[in-house]
RNA sequence: UGGGGAGUCGCCAAGCGGUAAGGCAGCGGACUUUGGAUCCGCUAUUCGUAGGUUCGAAUCCUACCUCCCCAGCCA
């Protein structure tokens, strides 16, 4: 008790940050003090091949990538590939990559429920056996019918009581393929009366003659998810089986199976999957966009897809770093797309080179700088870390600047280029405008200004400032570039709100791409490789897109920097 | 008017009977050759509502309100 509390404050704040709590935390913590699952944490991300992985998903993968990393468990890449009429390869390729892009590893080995097809029918037998499973003949419709409503209990379907002989006979010529589809069912016997409709014996297995992608023909019953899941999480020696809360509904469904069987009985555990604002996030409306070609592939930039965030640039780290700061709780909520740009710049920030490119060029004439002249000045390549080193760029009598930069009017507060106003071109000169050209509609088309010789370098020697620093480009060095600039997909913040009239695609922002098809780059950027990135200074991150050519490169804007001037404008429009 | 969940600052989210963390956003200010970054301040007398228990409640009890999920041979 003679601790200085001083000394207690400075080790405090020396130590990491402890991952912060969370009610899963405290679920593994509470396990492991009683030693439920022998001090083992063994946790699965189970997508279902059946579109691509989204920005909610990478909740879900880092949530149990973490989990097992900071428990020294382990995490199994799991398809849950149950219904091969919606589920394909390039599903499957897809998402391995996405998950190995965003960073996890998980051994040699991908995990398939299909994989457990034989154990699974073999379980489904020992159920018939027990008298716990039955064939029904009723159709779908009829299916319907008898499971009653929210409010009134089922009925027993008149198959229930069949004998066990019977069920077998007719479960093994389900799987023989003497059925078509919809014919025949295996269902649970439970309780058609139970207030959760999940129990009201639920069907186990349908008859499907699909193609799967792995197992090809060889099966034309599959199991559903409800009897594929658990178990598939028992063999895997899962402990902590998290999902989302829409299946907690389904927990005593999956305990009920667990039990019946006598098998190893992981936990499920359910959490609040991620919602953000201005996106959608279901697999049914994103396979919509892209089969309605409201965007251009599961990649365009603009989708919340990990294909399509990747693309518009965002880093594996950023996503991380997001989902770490959103949390994990059980209450539905929307996050704010700004924290996830928020998290894109911090990440970017520190890594992106920095390079001047001009959108929307403006020519500027230097009347007073010589004709054939061409200097080179070096530029910093990064303020924040400097072993990023420095680059030349060259300046010569004709430049482009950004047209933003510049007002003919400016309004109060507006601190860059205008008629008599001096400035300074970064890492270059001083220069003041001293004529505007313009064409016969009045645009302006062409400034005329003058350097001062002795701002070489960007200070003056008599220690006179400028209030704004201007990125430009010299006419005669500059690369050819094509530009895309991204906003929201929606217009609406919730796109997901029902609507009288219409789905949720009228809410599509008619104005999320602009493609800026003559931009400026500084010759550095020559050749430079699709999905490097780059902080075009004083506008944003932009990133190289694939559908860049040789003799003109194509970027991506993966999000602007913030811009206090916008604010500005914004705040008091004058 | 069945069952299962959730309600703490504009948005996420800690808190687990001892007197409201943190992040994002916002607002001031410092600094600045990116109106970037960085830095420094400010922002919930109050935890869906109403009662109750307690010396003490966001935390316990009761009732009510609101929102989400479930009636696929989808997952």
Not at 395 to 415: A, G, H, T
Not at 419 to 445: H, M, S, T, W
Request: hydrophobic residues 35%; contains cysteine; aromatic residues 10%.
């Amino acid at each position: 008790m003679t601790s200085n509390p001083d000394e207690k404050k400075q080790t405090d704040s020396a130590e990491a940050t402890p991952a912060r709590s969370n009610f899963i935390r405290d679920i593994i913590d509470e396990d492991n003090r009683t030693g439920k699952f022998d001090g083992r944490v063994q946790t699965r991300f189970p997508p279902e091949p059946n579109g691509y992985l989204h920005i909610g998903h990478a909740k879900s993968i880092c949530l149990n990538f973490g989990l097992a990393a900071d428990y020294n468990g382990k995490c199994n890449l799991r398809f849950d590939d149950t219904n091969p009429a919606k589920e394909e390869q390039e599903y499957i390729d897809a998402i391995i990559e996405n998950v190995r892009w965003l960073g996890f590893e998980w051994g040699d080995k991908v995990f398939y429920a299909s994989d457990y097809f034989e154990q699974l029918f073999q379980w489904a037998v020992q159920l018939i056996k027990a008298g716990k499973a039955y064939v029904d003949d009723l159709t779908a419709d009829q299916i319907r019918e008898y499971r009653g409503t929210l409010t009134q209990p089922g009925k027993e379907s008149p198959h229930r009581s069949r004998s066990i002989d019977e069920n077998m006979d007719l479960f093994e010529r389900m799987r023989k393929g003497e059925f078509p589809d919809g014919s025949r069912v295996l269902r649970a016997k439970i309780d058609m009366a139970s207030p959760n409709i999940n129990l009201r014996d639920p069907v186990l297995y349908r008859i499907l003659h699909a193609e799967h992608p792995r197992t090809r023909d060889k099966w034309c019953i599959y199991p559903m998810y409800d009897f594929a899941h658990g178990q598939s999480d028992s063999i895997e020696g899962i402990t902590h089986s998290i999902c989302t809360l829409e299946f907690e509904d389904h927990r005593p469904l999956y305990d009920w199976c667990l039990d019946q069987l006598g098998i190893y009985h992981p936990k499920q555990i359910e959490f609040a999957r991620l919602n953000l604002n201005y996106t959608v996030l279901s697999k049914r409306k994103l396979i919509k966009l892209v089969q309605d070609k409201h965007v251009r592939g599961w990649d365009d930039p603009r989708m919340p897809t990990l294909a399509g965030v990747r693309r518009l640039g965002y880093t594996p780290e950023a996503i991380r770093n997001f989902c770490d700061l959103i949390g994990i709780a059980k209450s539905n909520s929307i996050a704010e797309i700004g924290m996830l740009q928020y998290c894109v710049r911090q990440d970017l920030n520190k890594r992106a080179q920095r390079v001047m490119g001009v959108l929307k060029p403006l020519r500027v004439v230097i009347t007073n700088y010589p004709e054939d002249k061409v200097e080179e000045f070096d530029a910093v390549n990064n303020p924040e870390d400097p072993t990023m080193g420095t680059r030349k760029v060259p300046f010569s009598r004709v430049l482009y600047v950004e047209q933003e930069d510049f007002m003919e009017n400016p309004p109060n507060k507006f601190y860059r280029l205008s008629p008599g106003r001096e400035v300074r071109l970064r890492y270059a000169y001083f220069i003041k405008c001293v004529d505007v050209i313009k064409d016969e509609q009045g645009n302006v088309v062409e400034l005329h200004c003058t350097y001062d010789p002795e701002t070489r370098g960007g200070d003056a020697a008599d220690g006179r400032k400028v209030k704004a620093t201007l990125h430009w480009v010299s006419a005669n060095h500059a690369q050819a570039a094509e530009v895309r600039l991204y906003d929201h997909l929606f217009d609406r913040a919730n796109p997901n709100e029902e609507v009288e009239d219409g789905d949720f695609t009228a809410f599509i922002n008619p104005n999320s791409l602009q493609v800026l098809e003559s931009a400026w780059i500084e010759p550095s950027l020559a050749g430079a490789a699709a999905g490097s990135f780059y902080q075009f200074e004083r506008l944003g991150y932009f990133c190289v897109d694939p559908d860049s050519k040789t003799d003109k490169l194509v970027f991506n804007r993966t999000v602007s920097l913030k811009d206090e001037w916008a604010k500005v404008q914004k705040n008091q429009p004058s």
